[in-house]
């Protein structure tokens, strides 16, 4: 029935194993107007993807690969015609929608394919079939729901928040544990990859160094698309994704690289391409060089409005730099630093952001960004320090963002973030110089997959220069779960035991409740 939720923590096991299985000849055939590929190795390596959820509509994505490791991944630089098909039940005898989609070497064998005509509020299987008659190859069967019709009132959605996994740092058993929440839905926001590499006890190792050109990093996207947690994570929910620093290069702003680089933007046209051919985005996303439109906003029914933001492409450079250095540092406040014009989402992005806060209905309004907005003092006593890469750094647009969450009747803002590696939960203020102002929203920044934070001790001893913060945990890896109902959402901050573990186990680091039209988290 639309609406129900299949049983996915045996499907997610079954899936991949399914597929194999099917690899020589026992999947459905199809008819293929192209020359039939011959695969030497299973072609599809790095598992399937969706995203982008609509009422009618969803997207759907795979990547042919069967040396994910190797440039090109172990294709010749042919095209391949691929048909995918979405149906109602997971042995495919319903199947509702199918067509076909040309796999190109430009764009590393990637399909995006936008599927349409569906039921609103249900789930359905997908999966991707390669060539035709006794030698064709399926994909894993993937996953994924339609969002509620507008204006339909779901009773409950459960939302995954994750980011920062430097695979190096650490296995994915994050992943592992988030599938069996069996979310609805799955935002990531930001840091995807790691460009770096670690010099020092790696857990794993990245298979190339630092990345830099369009074929380093498809390698390293590859990489990480290996993993078989995260395809799970990816075959059983619809994502909608942001990208932060690493998918690039360690706090670019912009057009400048932390070491000034005179040819970055090669390296960001570079580094978008390779994102977007990797992501389950919407065609209309493809990069032009190093622009591309990743803002986006999507509806869940009257329940829940995402609106995704871009906090790296267009802010403006970071205040107070080193002499010679771009990047971040810890800085007072410079006249650089308080100038009003200076801006972290850029001004086209910021109008529409506001516009779309104003002219939403839904219940609750997700902000999906990639850092920490809520104040951060990082002096202990007297005077301010501030991290000029976070929202911190950037004041002027941190009060007009706020501002305008306050101003625009938006209904139950909620501010979801990553990227510092600790669990925070904060009273967004209307003013956050005055402890005793409204709070206009309620902020939950997630823990990182793998990626370490600073000593626990550090934050404890800035908790009191900033007041609003509820909650600051830097000692554990994990996500964010939250379960939206029409009259509250409970956020729970789930931690892992060890990423150096494959077999970490699971825990709730604390429980908040937010309740309808009373902004600020309170314990569970």
């Known amino acids: 029935m639309p609406g129900d939720r299949p049983g996915r923590r045996a499907f997610g096991r079954d899936a991949l194993a399914l597929a194999l299985a099917a690899f020589g000849g026992r999947a459905a055939a199809q008819p293929a107007s192209a020359p039939l590929p011959r695969f030497d190795a299973y072609p599809f390596a790095l598992g399937v993807a969706s995203g982008s959820p609509r009422a009618h509509g969803v997207v759907l994505w795979t990547r042919l690969a069967t040396d994910p490791a190797a440039d090109g991944g172990g294709l010749a630089p042919d095209p391949v015609e691929l048909h995918w098909q979405i149906a109602a039940d997971e042995r495919f005898a319903r199947v509702v929608r199918s067509g076909s989609a040309l796999a190109l070497a430009e764009r590393a064998h990637s399909v995006h394919v936008e599927a349409d005509g569906l039921e609103p509020g249900r789930w359905y299987w997908y999966r991707f079939i390669a060539g035709g008659g006794p030698g064709a190859v399926a994909s894993p069967v993937g996953l994924t729901r339609t969002a509620p019709a507008p204006g339909e009132m779901p009773g409950r959605v459960r939302v995954c928040v994750a980011s920062c996994q430097h695979y190096e740092r650490g296995f994915f058993a994050a992943w592992r544990h988030l599938v069996d929440e069996e979310p609805d839905l799955v935002l990531h926001l930001g840091d995807y990859i790691y460009e770096s590499n670690l010099q020092h006890e790696p857990v794993r190792r990245h298979w190339n160094p630092e990345p830099t050109t369009l074929s380093a990093y498809r390698m390293r996207h590859a990489q990480y698309r290996t993993d078989p947690d995260l395809q799970r994570a990816h075959a059983l929910a619809p994502w909608l994704v942001t990208w932060d620093d690493h998918e690039v290069d360690n706090d670019y702003a912009d057009d400048r690289a932390e070491d000034l680089a005179p040819d970055f933007l090669a390296r960001r046209a570079a580094a978008y391409r390779a994102y977007f051919e990797h992501m389950p985005l919407r065609p209309s996303a493809l990069p032009r060089g190093p622009d591309m439109r990743l803002h986006s906003r999507h509806g869940f029914g009257a329940l829940a409005e995402f609106h995704m933001l871009d906090c790296r ?185 060890d990423p150096r573990d494959p077999r970490a186990t699971l825990a709730t680091r604390a429980s908040f409740v937010v309740e309808d039209g009373r902004p600020g988290a309170r314990p569970a």
């Open 313 to 497: 492409q267009y802010r403006s450079h970071q205040a107070c730099a080193s002499p010679g250095r771009g990047g971040s540092r810890m800085v007072e406040p410079c006249d650089e630093f308080i100038d009003p014009r200076r801006t972290m989402l850029g001004a086209a992005q910021e109008r529409w952001l506001g516009e779309g806060l104003r002219a939403s209905r839904a219940r609750w309004n997700l902000i999906g960004q990639t850092t920490l907005l809520s104040r951060f003092d990082a002096r202990p006593g007297p005077g301010e320090v501030y991290w000029t890469d976070g929202w911190s750094g950037y004041p002027a647009a941190a009060e007009r963002l706020v501002g305008e969450l306050g101003s625009s009747g938006a209904r139950n803002p909620l501010i979801l973030g990553g990227d510092v590696h600790t669990h925070y939960v904060c009273d967004v203020k209307a003013d956050f110089s005055r402890p005793e102002s409204a709070t206009v929203a309620t902020e939950f920044c997630c823990t990182s997959i793998t990626s370490p934070s600073v000593p626990q001790s550090r934050i404890d001893a800035l908790l009191p220069e900033n007041p609003h913060v509820v909650l600051a945990d830097a000692t554990r890896r994990g996500y964010l779960r939250l379960t939206l109902e029409p009259d509250r959402c409970v956020a729970q901050l789930r931690v892992i035991s």
